[in-house]
């Protein structure tokens, strides 16, 4: 429709020529028992509308896409709005209706920006719609995971915050991680995630969307308290790759230790900081990925509001990460998780913590395993607990 507009103006698309060029439909296509078309246009006349109430509200092109017509209308804003910054009384100056030689000169410099706002709006229109046409009806899923991720998604559709930690230097000079608190951030890169975290967004998302669910991914540097008060969480990696993290409901038992924090600094840890009469505080994961072993921490905790909760899948290194979420997608290591926490088929899961031992074999977790599970004490009750 872009295009046509452009080159044909006032030439409409028909709605048979969106389906099979576009939508790659079979010639044999009938509009009058495939909606497709006409899902996507109403899709795109919500964008649109939602564009020029947020990031478009001060354009001066507003493209409009008429109901039952395929054929773009645009339309110019006759006045342009002093800034909110500016006096009472130069705004009342500024505010005045453009003359025709403004309103001409604003047209000559518009036509890309009009092209990348409405192929902006078009896209997400069509794939929302791709995606919707194409994840299959909701699969028969193995008891344990309908009772594990049913219970999670009972509030509705999640966000998966995944990591993009922070980094010093050049992939051609060497990098660095740069620490959470350190402030000087000159010459940093933080557009790169972990490989077990991306293999982890993808493992989670496919089980959800078998269960005819959502996920919605997101960097963790875009994360707002909006976020958190309006949807269940998924986060992925520690609080060294996710800063995020540290503003939420904090873990009663596990957190992980740094690679450059002391005891051992090189080597990441998971601490247990209420261990049994006896039993270890520290859990270091080996420094060789190829052959070693890893720890990761998997909670469930209390969201922000009541009916929101949180589902953290941390690891000391990248593939543990991974590990914990090989771990909640196989049916057999998540119905142990079950069976220990006293949950039975379609039951509520309480809040948890649970630390994996995650081996790793030529660079890939490998039958990750329960070390440890602990039941969350209400916070009430686990403040009371810490001052005694």
Excluded at 111 to 138: G, I
Excluded at 157 to 181: A, Q
Excluded at 237 to 248: D, K
Excluded at 288 to 305: C, P, Q, R, S
Aim: proline share 7%; aromatic share 8%.
């Amino acid at each position: 429709m872009t295009q046509q507009a452009v080159e044909h103006p006032g030439k409409t698309v028909k709605e048979y020529e969106i389906a099979t060029q576009v939508l790659r439909r079979n010639s044999n296509f009938d509009s009058r028992l495939d909606s497709t078309v006409r899902a996507i246009a109403s899709r795109l006349r919500s964008k649109l509308a939602e564009y020029y109430l947020h990031e478009g509200l001060h354009d001066p092109i507003l493209i409009e896409l008429p109901k039952g017509s395929y054929a773009l209308s645009f339309s110019f804003r006759e006045t342009v709005h002093a800034p909110a910054a500016v006096s009472a009384g130069q705004a009342e100056s500024l505010e005045a209706t453009q003359t025709t030689e403004q309103v001409r000169a604003q047209r000559s410099k518009w036509p890309s920006a009009l092209l990348w706002v409405l192929t902006a709006c078009l896209a997400v229109a069509c794939v929302s719609e791709y995606v919707a046409m194409r994840r299959p009806p909701k699969a028969q899923v193995p008891a344990p995971i309908e009772t594990f991720w049913g219970d999670f998604l009972r509030g509705g559709d999640p966000l998966m915050i995944f990591p993009n930690p922070t980094f010093r230097g050049l992939p051609e000079t060497g990098m660095k991680l740069v620490e959470p608190d350190d402030s000087h951030a000159d010459g940093t890169i933080d557009m790169l995630t972990g490989t077990g975290e991306s293999m982890a967004l993808v493992a989670i998302t496919k089980r959800i969307e078998q269960m005819g669910h959502d996920v919605t991914p997101k960097r963790a540097h875009l994360f707002t308290w909006d976020d958190a008060n309006h949807s269940n969480l998924i986060f992925l990696g520690g609080q060294v790759q996710n800063a995020a993290f540290a503003l939420l409901p904090q873990l009663q038992r596990f957190s992980l230790k740094g690679a450059n924090a002391e005891p051992f600094q090189g080597q990441g840890a998971v601490l247990d900081s209420k261990p049994a009469s006896g039993g270890q505080q520290y859990y270091f994961a080996s420094k060789d990925f190829n052959n070693g072993n890893d720890y990761a921490i998997v909670a469930l905790t209390e969201g922000t509001t009541p009916e929101h909760r949180i589902l953290i899948l941390a690891g000391t290194n990248t593939y543990g990460s991974e590990g914990a979420a090989d771990f909640l997608c196989n049916p057999d290591l998540l119905q142990g998780l079950l069976s220990s926490l006293g949950v039975g088929p379609g039951g509520r899961v309480p809040p948890f913590e649970a630390l994996l031992l995650v081996p790793e074999r030529g660079g890939a977790p490998i039958s990750p395993r329960r070390v440890l599970v602990y039941k969350r004490q209400p916070e009430a009750a686990n403040a009371a607990s810490d001052h005694h």
